[in-house]
């Protein structure tokens, strides 16, 4: 039991540039879900959590292997999201003594304004797009973001970013139980092993979320821009 604790704790680099879409497509094609839901692009916002240098970056102890690989098909979808006119949101995670909780007991440390890990990496900060301030797991969690989707007539979310099986999890959760379709690409996402990111996979196909690929998502986009 002791052992199979540590492995899941261990970091391995599951998606790489050059894996990444064999992959996601063995682990969607694993997973056999059915489509259940229906994207509509004129309705979607995407929403990418925390791809922040803290996370990052190889030095920092939070380093996800497998996170720059999903750095491309992250902006791929914000830009073509943005040409049409759709809420793209970036998530930055920071927290205080007084408003990281739970947070504090179960990480080395929480991740402070004032780091300079704590930056959006410049090639999503570059797309400037507004940046939400969050300090739980959850997006949604005394922030504005759900008003500021329903502002914008959003019902379908697309949750990006890391990690996989905490903060997207959460989110994507959150925003099914306020009413939000939510897609979750596999291709989209990333955590420090598979064992996390295909059970976050398995648990929200059952109940949750549309899990799916990116270039499904884009080629919904293009073929409706298409017919414009």
Not at 21 to 36: I, P, Q, S
Not at 121 to 149: C, G, H, R, W
Request: hydrophobic share 40%; glycine share 4%.
């Amino acid at each position: 039991m002791i052992s199979k604790n540590v492995k899941k704790e261990m970091k391995e680099p599951y998606f790489t540039t050059k894996t990444i879409e064999n992959a996601a497509e063995k682990m969607v094609h694993h997973l056999n879900t059915m489509d259940r839901l229906t994207f509509y692009p004129e309705k979607s916002a995407l929403i990418v959590l925390d791809m922040q240098d803290y996370f990052l970056n190889p030095s920092s102890h939070a380093f996800i292997p497998s996170a720059s690989a999903i750095i491309k098909g992250i902006l791929n979808l914000a830009h073509i999201g943005m040409d049409k006119n759709r809420p793209v949101i970036l998530t930055r995670h920071l927290n205080t003594e007084n408003n990281a909780g739970m947070l504090s007991t179960w990480w080395r440390d929480v991740i402070r304004e004032t780091n300079d890990n704590s930056e959006i990496i410049p090639e999503l900060k570059a797309i400037q797009a507004p940046i939400l301030k969050k300090s739980q797991y959850d997006a949604f969690y005394q922030t504005d973001l759900e008003e500021n989707l329903l502002s914008k007539n959003v019902t379908q979310v697309i949750v990006t970013g890391v990690m996989t099986h905490l903060c997207c999890e959460t989110t994507a959760r959150s925003a099914f139980v306020r009413g939000f379709q939510v897609f979750f690409p596999v291709d989209g996402t990333a955590t420090y092993n598979s064992e996390h990111h295909e059970a976050t996979l398995l648990n929200l196909s059952h109940g949750f979320a549309q899990i799916c690929l990116i270039s499904d998502l884009i080629s919904k986009m293009e073929e409706i821009h298409a017919k414009a």
